[in-house]
């Protein structure tokens, strides 16, 4: 299988960065002697740093979610969607780098723009990545003019509401983390697509 | 076959975390001269670091057996599957930063208790993993009811002795700590689902 | 396949590689109070650190894909063919730091050498990969000896190009870092190797 | 194929370790203004660090490749094997560590036994597992007696001599590390047991 390879990198990558995420979480180091109080105060101050690692990590579950179904179907790569892939990832492995931003930097717009810029820029690739595949007919004969479509209809709204998410926290950072908290759990919901993803697999067999 | 991606990125998420677990063991900076007797000393003390490691690492060895055995028998996935998979992920590359604490902290209850229940977490979503799977019918045909119900009992009683391990290590810590260095030990005994798993490859052979 | 594991390897070492290049991007650290201002004057004195990110990704993304295109061909691997690979591999995991040197200190010659350097060396051992596999007949016999020349000419001249660099960097660091900049754009104009690699795809299947 | 994952984790495993190597070669942090001779001069400094990642990447190397060989003729895995794999790979992932300490205490006795312990123990995990897999039938049937004694014998010599340089380097710290250094290098070297590993894999084309 041609893309076997360019998925595993892909698995590699995001395998990386979503352990990378915990990195953003600092042991604390209290003087000894330690009391439990001091140790579970010390803690609670952690709890910003523990919810940026699980939004994180389940924004990066849903970008992997997305990759993975898309090359359910793609049979072939070339060297435009090896490098389109390559500029997902380059995105995708920034994202321990701007999850440690938004949680040291709660409240600052600046922050908020560029995480969700981050993920923007992510999401732009894996559409290009899917678009391209469909277009220069890299894609499996199985996949009809319609699913290809429900595909990109599915992930057309899914950057529309990253760039509402992020242009509403670059002025109201509150709202903005509650929202991209909310993206993984869109993205658990059954779709439209899901039929044609199901199918896919028992004609398959 | 169409779990294999789901593999690869488990296996990616198990190794970055075992491999970073010696991350928590700090290389001992020692102004110069530097004596035999002061780098043996601070080795020593670094004996806690290193069983931290040991045993860290092997509890997610433990984790990554349950999730190997699961997916001997698992042909399919579906969008609930996935998410599972990556909510059992979420709480697995967690296990890095909850063995630092716990190595650095060892007497606290506050910490044996974050360290049990991040195990307790991952725990229980692979049995949720493996009990959606069986329910949704996305395992082999081969896999009896019988088999698929003493895979579960196995789960829970390592569920059980995790809880009563997390409970019992919140009161008095150093009990605890030996409970969880047991658990792995208990995972190396064969069990009585051993016969199944072989069966299920020699048929397949 | 016999190749597998020698590719699972690599993808790992890439994919670990491109991620931990974002360790080089380091978080600002500002007291508080923390004012939009300083935090975007912080931030845009990171934008060396992030421009080296992006250049240093795209160019193990250049070598993977090289390293990629050789194991579409290569049908067995010896002794030789692993230790080749293991040592083209070292240099490939270099570059996170030699990354980090060059951001830090962009316009020291000795830092470019040392990057430039590490990069042409990644290129030695990858031309001696393929070069070996060809002569020892590790190779798909479906590639003819035109086919597989073509592909050591462009090895070849990447590898001058980025000798050229490398000695230009040593002088002038602003224009080395221009020209590296631009080696990952080159590799992804098609070539005129792109139908050899096509047509083994269009045979094979 | 049954051996697949325990393949992929320990890839893995190698991968992490190899890569993360590099965290032990410390980027200089000179006062501004910085000159290149004092560049120089500080990545002068690192020259041991840089050795010891050297040495360390192509120690690894050698033991992937020796866990690699044996998995071209492990057919199946049961729990034993499984752990004896596991407790493998936790001797491996301890080698950034180890090679961190030799590097920044490369004339103290202790830590070249710290050091030549730890791969000596991945030896001796690595020699069980092998020496289980023969016994309890888990290789492929093209292995005769005679392959599988002479792939034992290489691996007696090669923990004799780790065990040799790490008593030998427990006095004499200089000769342990250049004969750790030499090890990869007999690794190179083609032995008897190539013809069984080559015959392998062309009788199964």
Redesign the interface.
């Known amino acids: 299988m041609?893309s076997r390879?360019?998925?595993?990198?892909a698995?590699?990558?995001?395998?990386?960065?979503?352990?990378?995420?915990?990195?953003g979480?600092h042991?604390p180091e209290?003087p000894a002697p330690?009391t439990?109080a001091a140790?579970?105060a010390a803690?609670r101050a952690l709890a910003l740093s523990l919810a940026g690692?699980?939004v994180g990590?389940?924004l990066l579950?849903t970008l992997?979610?997305g990759h993975?179904n898309q090359?359910?179907f793609i049979r072939?790569a070339?060297?435009?969607l090896?490098?389109l892939n390559?500029f997902f990832?380059?995105a995708v492995?920034?994202v321990?780098?701007t999850t440690?931003?938004i949680a040291?930097?709660p409240l600052?717009?600046?922050?908020m723009a560029?995480f969700g810029g981050t993920l923007l820029l992510a999401g732009v690739f894996l559409f290009a990545h899917w678009s391209y595949a469909v277009n220069a007919g890299l894609v499996d004969d199985a996949v009809t003019p319609e699913a290809a479509e429900l595909i990109r209809e599915r992930m057309s709204m899914a950057m529309v509401a990253c760039l509402v998410a992020t242009i509403i926290g670059a002025f109201l950072p509150k709202a903005g983390l509650v929202l991209f908290g909310c993206m993984p759990v869109l993205s658990?919901l059954?779709g439209r697509v899901?039929p044609a993803l199901?199918e896919d697999?028992s004609t398959s067999d």
């Open positions: 041609e390879r360019v998925e595993a990198l698995d590699g990558v995001f395998a990386v960065a979503m352990t990378l995420l915990v990195l979480v042991l209290l330690v439990g140790l579970l803690l690692y699980a990590f389940l579950g992997w979610l993975h090359f359910r072939r070339d060297r435009t090896l490098w390559l990832l380059l492995a920034l321990p780098f440690a931003l040291r930097y600052q717009p600046v922050a560029i658990m059954p899901d199901a697999v």
